[in-house]
Nanobody
Framework: VQLQASGGGLVQAGGSLRLSCVASGRTFSDRVMAWFRQDPGKERDFVAG????????NYADSVKGRFTISRDNARKAVYLQMNSLQREDTAVYYC?????????????????WGQGTLVTVSS
């Protein structure tokens, strides 16, 4: 699986961005998909995940109510709608893919990763 993330950029606090991640190379609909983020010098943390069908989602506490993950299996794409962005959301965002049967939070459960897209939130 190859993953291509896009949609990052510079936004003011309180604004919105939508990240996209498109997969290629094999089937997509049998993979759990997730977004992680990483600040320089820090761990790569789970942000949101979505099940094969899209019916089950999971979010980090810090983004609940502000971010929404979704997927389009026909387009082999996963999205992260980010609203009410805060300075603390500034990071490189990575999409990731897993063959686990449900959404998990651990980085080691994900075996394919996109290249990352930078989100910068200014005050």
């Amino acid at each position: 699986v190859q993953l291509q993330a896009s949609g990052g950029g510079l936004v003011q606090a309180g604004g919105s961005l939508r990240l996209s991640c498109v997969a290629s190379g094999r089937t997509f609909s049998d993979r759990v998909m997730a977004w992680f983020r990483q600040d320089p010098g820090k761990e790569r943390d789970f942000v949101a995940g979505i099940s094969y069908s899209g019916r089950a989602t999971n979010y980090a506490d810090s983004v609940k109510g502000r971010f929404t993950i979704s997927r389009d299996n026909a387009r082999k794409a996963v999205y992260l709608q980010m609203n009410s962005l805060q300075r603390e959301d500034t990071a490189v965002y990575y999409c990731a893919s897993s063959d686990r049967p449900w959404v998990t939070l651990g980085r080691s459960d994900y075996d394919f990763w996109g290249q990352g897209t930078l989100v910068t939130v200014s005050s």
